[in-house]
């Protein structure tokens, strides 16, 4: 069983930034496909951006350019940086850990972009 355990989410104005964490508690952190999702009032749960393994990353078209994943398999750890922020990005966003056979998720995290 992997835990998941977010941080860094809160308020801030449209244009601001924020700076999400997702610790994992295993010790093969490294082997995992990790992602960021995001859940809106309303909507169905998207996903926003995902790292490989091997570091290959993917965004959602409306991030693109703005937010930027990464991880620290040293820290067990993967980061998703949100710059330019939008009204539209409120959600909470959870941290997922993903390989054949094995999927976990975070908690969440709620982001509000409001002025």
């Known amino acids: 069983q992997v835990q998941l355990v977010e941080s860094g989410g809160g308020l801030v104005q449209p244009g601001g930034s924020l700076r999400l964490s997702c610790k994992a508690s295993?010790?093969?952190?490294?082997?995992?496909?990790m992602g960021w999702y995001r859940q809106a009032p309303g909507k169905q749960r998207e996903l926003v951006a995902r790292?490989?393994?091997?570091?290959?990353?993917n965004y959602a078209d409306s991030v693109k350019g703005r937010f930027t994943i990464s991880r620290d398999n040293a820290k067990n750890t993967v980061t998703l940086q949100m710059n330019s922020l939008k009204p539209e990005d409120t959600a909470v966003y959870s941290c997922?850990?993903?390989?054949?056979?094995?999927?976990?998720w975070g908690q969440g995290t709620q982001v509000t972009v409001s002025s």
């Open positions: 997922n850990a993903f390989r054949p056979l094995n999927n976990y």
């Open positions: 790292i490989t393994s091997g570091g290959s990353t």
């Open positions: 295993t010790s093969i952190f490294s082997i995992y496909n």
